[in-house]
């Protein structure tokens, strides 16, 4: 007992924290051995749930009536089978977030480019492999704004017998940062696309689900720990955030559910989409120490919640109600701070780069606004200069079919798309200086439900440039279907006589925050067939059009063609 009472614990504290339960969070699991390989089942009910937050009661979807949702846990080339039923007045799909799918395209989950939502009283099952994949992934949905808070964790173990590439942790526990607002989300989603103009901030920002101490109805619950690892999933709708813990310094390890080489930091930013492992050695006096969130925000003239989310690291013998020593978190338009970790990610070993590229890209990422065309320009021309919000890839705003576009595909359905979106922008100029940000000058960009196709195996190099047309800002970039070794990035115009690239140990990266006013260089082989949606993970940015979808062809091999569709696949 007395060396129980001299060992140093650590106490996240947090309103009914909910980590490492995993009876709670694992519903319907029932592990199977196939062939060396487990089946991990989960049954996933899409439903309204009644919860109190910030002093107001308020329903909302969720699954399981959980908010943040179950986590599913799995090991390393495992398969996957989610059978999600909608009891809910929303539709609904989940996707997958950072898992591959290979050969599975029609589980990714993006409503209207490989599925149409799961309607009111209609299920479907979600089967995937996740082959070759280990470490912290997490799952949302993907259909309006309901990824708000229609949210969990994914936990990859690696096989039996292999041990993480670091020092084996205590303990493990799930963060996940996300944003609270009191109105209805899908309400707020209508309004802001029909007003034309930018979205409200959020009414808090939260730790699993929890706003905390700096807002008012907010208290603490405790739960204990040692030294350990820290898995950390921004899962926010519309905001990019830093987390650090004060007095402690916080060593990446894993980064989009890829090991890295280790990077010790102070803080670090992760973009909405974004997942980062890192450790923390409790070595401090023994104190209450805060563990905070905070908003980054590149964009200018934005508003935004600059209210921190804190939860609390406390050392055994402190008291729960004694003063807490504050986390540093940069100042909120800090771009050195986010862009430093970035730097200095590096793979843990050396990988394989792509080198002799097939398919050279290069795709202008950034806001517009559009010319009013409204009879009613007051209520629904509110963006600047009067006019409407949108978003573009090499000035191109996607506008979503009413049917799947991978369905269409498959099934050579057309009017739905076409297959021409530039792989180069329409013309080239300053794009960090000289955009015309300013209505009257032309910030409009062109509609379409534009895609691009690429060859089974082919090897793609895409670089994605950020512009000022209305603000320069990091975007955080998710493919689906693919990881990519971020091989060069760097602020300004690209420049390919100056761009230093780093083809030894590159970070493997699903989601990319491209630097306000800068460029990132990203490259993977497209052998993965089916219809892929590359997008901003700003949710505002993808309703306005930030996106674009990236045809594979099939392969010539087995392996290599996209099965047929599963039979219970949603109709629109």
Same mark, same amino acid.
């Given at each position: 007992?007395?060396?129980?009472?001299?060992?140093?614990?650590?106490?996240?504290?947090?309103?009914?924290?909910?980590?490492?339960?995993?009876?709670?969070?694992?519903?319907?699991?029932?592990?199977?051995?196939?062939?060396?390989?487990?089946?991990?089942?989960?049954?996933?009910?899409?439903?309204?749930?009644?919860?109190?937050?910030?002093?107001?009661?308020?329903?909302?979807?969720?699954?399981?009536?959980?908010? /943040? $949702? !179950?986590?599913?846990?799995?090991?390393? @080339? =495992?398969? %996957?089978?989610?059978?999600?039923?909608?009891?809910?007045?929303? +539709?609904?799909?989940?996707?997958?977030?950072?898992?591959?799918?290979?050969?599975?395209?029609?589980?990714?989950?993006?409503?209207?480019?490989?599925?149409?939502?799961?309607?009111?009283?209609?299920?479907?099952?979600?089967?995937?492999?996740?082959?070759?994949?280990?470490?912290?992934?997490?799952?949302?949905?993907?259909?309006?704004?309901?990824?708000?808070?229609?949210?969990?964790?994914?936990?990859?173990?690696?096989?039996?017998?292999?041990?993480?590439?670091?020092?084996?942790?205590?303990?493990?526990?799930?963060?996940?940062?996300?944003?609270?607002?009191?109105?209805?989300?899908?309400?707020?989603?209508?309004?802001?696309?029909?007003?034309?103009?930018?979205?409200?901030?959020?009414?808090?920002?939260?730790?699993?689900?929890? /706003? $905390? !101490?700096?807002?008012?109805?907010?208290? @603490? =619950?405790? %739960?204990?720990?040692?030294?350990?690892?820290?898995?950390?999933? +921004?899962?926010?709708?519309?905001?990019?955030?830093?987390?650090?813990?004060?007095?402690?310094?916080?060593?990446?390890?894993?980064?989009?559910?890829?090991?890295?080489?280790?990077?010790?930091?102070?803080?670090?930013?992760?973009?909405?989409?974004?997942?980062?492992?890192?450790?923390?050695?409790?070595?401090?006096?023994?104190?209450?120490?805060?563990?905070?969130?905070?908003?980054?925000?590149?964009?200018?003239?934005?508003?935004?919640?600059?209210?921190?989310?804190?939860?609390?690291?406390?050392?055994?013998?402190?008291?729960?109600?004694?003063?807490?020593?504050?986390?540093?978190?940069?100042?909120?338009?800090?771009?050195?701070?986010?862009?430093?970790?970035?730097?200095?990610?590096?793979?843990?070993?050396?990988?394989?780069? /792509?080198?002799?590229?097939?398919?050279?890209?290069?795709?202008?990422?950034?806001?517009?606004?559009?010319?009013?065309?409204?009879?009613?320009?007051?209520?629904?021309?509110?963006?600047?200069?009067?006019?409407?919000?949108?978003?573009?890839?090499?000035?191109?705003?996607?506008?979503?079919?009413?049917?799947?576009?991978?369905?269409?595909?498959?099934?050579?359905?057309?009017?739905?798309?076409?297959?021409?979106?530039?792989?180069?922008?329409?013309?080239?100029?300053?794009?960090?200086?000289?955009?015309?940000?300013?209505?009257?000058?032309?910030?409009?960009?062109?509609?379409?439900?534009?895609?691009?196709?690429?060859?089974?195996?082919?090897?793609?190099?895409?670089?994605?440039?950020?512009?000022?047309?209305?603000?320069?800002?990091?975007?955080?970039?998710?493919?689906?279907?693919?990881?990519?070794?971020?091989?060069?990035?760097?602020?300004?115009?690209?420049?390919?006589?100056?761009?230093?690239?780093?083809?030894?140990?590159?970070?493997?990266?699903?989601?990319?925050?491209?630097?306000?006013?800068?460029?990132?260089?990203?490259?993977?082989?497209?052998?993965?067939?089916?219809?892929?949606?590359?997008?901003?993970?700003?949710?505002?940015?993808?309703?306005?059009?930030?996106?674009?979808?990236?045809?594979?062809?099939?392969?010539?091999?087995?392996?290599?063609?996209?099965?047929?569709?599963?039979?219970?696949?949603?109709?629109?």
């Amino acid at each position: 007992m007395k060396n129980l009472l001299t060992t140093l614990f650590i106490y996240f504290l947090f309103i009914l924290f909910l980590c490492n339960s995993h009876s709670k969070y694992v519903v319907g699991f029932r592990p199977q051995r196939r062939g060396g390989r487990s089946t991990r089942f989960y049954d996933f009910k899409v439903q309204t749930t009644s919860i109190t937050k910030l002093c107001n009661t308020k329903d909302i979807p969720t699954i399981n009536g959980m908010y /943040p $949702g !179950p986590v599913v846990y799995a090991q390393e @080339d =495992d398969k %996957v089978i989610v059978r999600v039923t909608n009891e809910s007045p929303y +539709n609904i799909t989940i996707h997958w977030h950072g898992i591959r799918q290979r050969l599975s395209c029609w589980s990714d989950g993006p409503s209207y480019i490989t599925q149409c939502p799961i309607q009111t009283g209609q299920n479907f099952t979600y089967e995937f492999t996740l082959a070759q994949q280990k470490g912290t992934f997490f799952w949302h949905a993907h259909v309006s704004w309901l990824r708000a808070t229609v949210y969990g964790a994914i936990v990859v173990y690696p096989k039996n017998g292999v041990p993480y590439p670091f020092k084996f942790p205590y303990e493990e526990h799930i963060i996940i940062l996300g944003e609270f607002w009191m109105k209805d989300m899908v309400q707020i989603e209508q309004a802001v696309l029909a007003g034309g103009g930018a979205p409200p901030p959020a009414d808090a920002f939260t730790i699993n689900g929890q /706003p $905390g !101490p700096n807002y008012n109805c907010s208290t @603490d =619950d405790a %739960v204990p720990g040692k030294t350990y690892l820290l898995r950390l999933i +921004n899962a926010a709708l519309n905001q990019e955030h830093f987390f650090a813990i004060a007095n402690h310094r916080l060593t990446i390890v894993e980064v989009d559910a890829e090991y890295t080489k280790p990077l010790t930091t102070d803080r670090v930013m992760l973009g909405p989409g974004q997942t980062l492992n890192v450790l923390v050695t409790a070595d401090k006096p023994i104190a209450r120490y805060s563990m905070a969130m905070g908003p980054y925000q590149s964009a200018k003239n934005v508003s935004f919640q600059n209210i921190t989310a804190i939860a609390y690291f406390q050392y055994f013998g402190a008291t729960a109600n004694g003063l807490s020593l504050p986390a540093a978190l940069p100042h909120f338009d800090d771009n050195l701070a986010a862009k430093t970790v970035m730097d200095g990610l590096r793979s843990l070993n050396p990988v394989t780069v /792509p080198k002799d590229i097939d398919r050279n890209l290069f795709v202008t990422i950034g806001l517009n606004v559009q010319k009013c065309r409204s009879k009613n320009p007051q209520k629904d021309c509110q963006a600047k200069g009067g006019g409407v919000m949108a978003a573009s890839m090499n000035n191109i705003s996607f506008s979503k079919p009413n049917i799947s576009i991978l369905e269409a595909y498959y099934k050579n359905i057309s009017g739905y798309f076409t297959q021409d979106f530039p792989g180069v922008p329409l013309k080239f100029y300053d794009f960090v200086n000289g955009a015309p940000n300013n209505p009257p000058n032309d910030t409009n960009s062109l509609n379409g439900t534009r895609t691009y196709v690429l060859d089974y195996g082919t090897k793609v190099q895409l670089i994605l440039q950020d512009t000022s047309t209305v603000s320069t800002e990091n975007h955080p970039i998710h493919l689906h279907g693919y990881s990519f070794y971020v091989v060069g990035y760097g602020t300004g115009n690209y420049d390919p006589d100056t761009a230093n690239f780093n083809l030894v140990d590159p970070p493997y990266m699903n989601t990319i925050g491209v630097p306000v006013g800068g460029w990132a260089a990203i490259r993977f082989v497209a052998d993965n067939p089916g219809a892929w949606f590359m997008h901003c993970h700003l949710e505002i940015h993808l309703s306005w059009g930030l996106s674009v979808v990236l045809i594979v062809k099939n392969g010539e091999g087995p392996l290599e063609r996209l099965p047929h569709p599963p039979k219970d696949l949603p109709r629109c």
